[in-house]
């Protein structure tokens, strides 16, 4: 029983918890995704920017 109460009380505080941190964040802020390159400011969209990565693939060689 009183294990019951203690799972009843860690739910309800990560409830709150939650209801907090999803009230704190901006609407556009989904999963922490940069629609914007950080180094040259383009719009990506979460992508990898065309400008600033490297265009050869060296297979770590």
């Known amino acids: ?3 019951l109460w203690i799972g009843i009380a860690v739910g309800i505080l990560l409830v709150i918890i939650l209801i907090v941190k ?3 964040t901006h609407s556009l802020e989904v999963v922490g995704i940069d ?3 950080r180094k040259c ?3 990506t969209n979460g ?4 400008k600033c ?3 050869s ?3 770590g060689v």
Do not use: R
């Open 47 to 50: 992508l990898k920017c065309p």
């Open 1 to 3: 029983m009183v294990l």
């Open 57 to 59: 693939q060296s297979f």
């Open 35 to 37: 629609m914007f390159c």
């Open 22 to 24: 999803a009230a704190k």
């Open 41 to 43: 400011g383009i719009k």
């Open 53 to 55: 990565e490297k265009t």
